[in-house]
């Protein structure tokens, strides 16, 4: 059974170009969340979704940014002309049920570096 | 705004030692508390948590001690071991959104063998 994955691993992007990071969720699992952590800083959360539905996005930045779960394939976070700020590890999360106390299942996240 | 104030930020102990890493928070209306463990390349990994209807839960050798009043929660680590060396982190979320963990800045524990 395998676990959330994330792809790629890692991301190089130069500043201005678009970064795209896709999140399949566990088996089973419909609910998936996006959270970013900056060096020495904790995870933030970003995004909650469900198959073709954005739950809560509160925590996204108001420009660039966009999430989708399409009903079928991963969950994709899209970043458009991408900045140094943006340099960060990059995790999703996905749960049976909508509630964080049920345990998230994160997977191994994606490290973006813009040059 | 630090909703979750995690200290210390790392943390040196002997193999058998048992490392404290103590979190408080501000807001009254958390009432979910994880702790997580994230190794190197790694995504975090649920360790233990708590609601503040207990005041201590243990897990193997893991233990969360909770003081509501205080607002605060510790995890204890016992007979610590080299393989324990990770980065924890506390979290708390609160009834209604349990899905958004407000987490702590992280500790890096090491214990050396």
């Known amino acids: 059974n395998a676990g959330v994955m994330q792809n790629p691993r890692h991301l190089v992007r130069r500043r201005g170009q678009e970064a795209r990071l896709r999140c399949s969720p566990m088996?089973?699992?419909?609910?998936v969340y996006w959270y970013r952590q900056l060096p020495e800083e904790g995870l933030k959360f970003m995004v909650y979704l469900q198959k073709e539905n954005i739950i809560d996005e509160s925590g996204m930045p108001k420009e660039r940014f966009s999430a989708e779960f399409p009903k079928e394939g991963p969950s994709i976070l899209r970043i458009q002309q991408v900045v140094r700020g943006d340099s960060a590890a990059y995790f999703c999360?996905?749960?049976?049920?909508?509630?964080?106390?049920?345990?998230?299942?994160f997977g191994s996240g994606t490290r973006l570096t813009v040059v | 705004q630090q909703q979750v104030k995690q200290s210390p930020q790392s943390l040196i102990v002997q193999k058998g030692g048992i490392p404290i890493i103590n979190c408080a928070y501000e807001n009254t209306a958390f009432d979910y508390f994880p702790w997580y463990q994230q190794f190197p390349g790694k995504g975090p990994a649920l360790l233990i948590a708590?609601?503040?209807?207990?005041s201590e839960k243990k897990e193997g050798r893991f233990t969360i001690s909770f003081n509501k009043s205080a607002k605060q929660f510790s995890l204890h680590i016992m007979d610590s071991q080299p393989g324990d060396s990770a980065t924890y982190f506390c979290a708390a979320s609160r009834g209604g959104s349990n899905y958004k963990l407000t987490f702590g800045k992280g500790t890096l524990l090491t214990v050396n063998p």
């Open positions: 708590i609601r503040p209807d207990v």
């Open positions: 999360a996905s749960s049976p049920t909508g509630g964080g106390d049920y345990g998230y299942t």
């Open positions: 088996k089973g699992h419909s609910h």
